[in-house]
């Protein structure tokens, strides 16, 4: 049974048309990345996943189930982008209550609370009340009331959005520690960090599924994406061009390389653009397998 299963889901709010007979089946695993432009219809799937909304036409289950059935009380879980906690209660409080709300009796769900709370690193703040914590921290704790009860799906929009690169890092590391046992499906504009994080990426744009792309399937592609620190790139473009195997190399933005290649032809590209860039003394910041998740998605 997939997870998510949608068929023909379309959703317009009178003349405008937000979703337009997207067709997706989703499984467990890896986490999942939504991403496309703003009103692209993001925010209108989830909703729709949620149970927020109907569907104008077409169909969408998860796990078997319509979204806001009964029977997915505890598995599904989402977390806006601009959701707020209570600033009058204090964490605890907060979550004993949202735990209590999933059927859990009052320790049991204080104790939850506080199991979530130490997911995020701060069980140590949990009697303090949200207009004590930094942005950061309020992210975190957000995240870990959408955790509550283990749930086995869980939506994030933006979940990193106006975040520093430390807390930004914690909350990847925790969607990444999590992985095993929750499928995360992240809604943001990261491309970078989506590409660290997911398999799986759909594009949306304009309510219409545009592509859908795996990132384990990007390890088979027959390409080598590189980004310089400091070299001649005209001179790079044809030096590499002159080796043996290769097929093209094209400049995709500053100091950023595509280099496609046949893998039958050279199995040591790495090795040899080594071997170029010491004779050269050109300096590199980084090779990647494939091509990035920007270059899948907007190359035509």
Request: hydrophobic share 40%.
């Amino acid at each position: 049974m997939s997870l998510i299963t949608c068929e023909n889901l379309s959703k317009s709010y009178g003349s405008k048309q937000a979703l337009d007979s997207v067709s997706i089946s989703l499984s467990t695993g890896a986490p999942i990345a939504l991403v496309g432009p703003n009103g692209a219809g993001k925010t209108t799937l989830f909703s729709l996943l949620c149970g927020y909304l109907l569907p104008s036409s077409g169909n969408v289950t998860i796990m078997g189930e319509q979204p806001g059935s009964r029977k997915l009380l505890g598995k599904v879980s989402s977390l806006p982008q601009d959701a707020a906690l209570d600033p009058n209660l204090n964490l605890i409080t907060q979550f004993t209550l949202f735990g209590t709300l999933q059927g859990l009796s009052k320790s049991q769900a204080k104790s939850e609370g506080l199991r979530v709370l130490s997911l995020v690193g701060l069980k140590d703040v949990a009697q303090q009340k949200p207009t004590a914590l930094s942005h950061g921290m309020s992210k975190r704790a957000s995240i870990a009331q959408a955790l509550i009860g283990s749930p086995e799906l869980v939506l994030l929009d933006e979940p990193t959005a106006g975040l520093d690169p430390v807390n930004a890092k914690v909350i990847r590391e925790l969607v990444r520690s999590l992985s095993h046992e929750i499928t995360f499906v992240i809604s943001s504009h990261n491309l970078d960090e989506l590409e660290k994080l997911c398999d799986q990426v759909l594009y949306l744009d304009n309510g219409k599924l545009g592509q859908s792309v795996s990132m384990q399937e990007n390890l088979l592609d027959e390409y080598v994406t590189i980004s310089m620190q400091e070299c001649d790139n005209t001179a790079l473009i044809e030096e590499v061009e002159k080796l043996s195997g290769v097929n093209s190399v094209t400049a995709k933005q500053e100091n950023e390389f595509l280099i496609h290649y046949n893998a039958k032809q050279i199995t040591d590209l790495e090795l040899q653009l080594f071997k170029l860039f010491l004779a050269q003394g050109w300096r590199y910041k980084a090779i990647l397998k494939g091509r990035t998740l920007e270059d899948k998605l907007f190359s035509s």
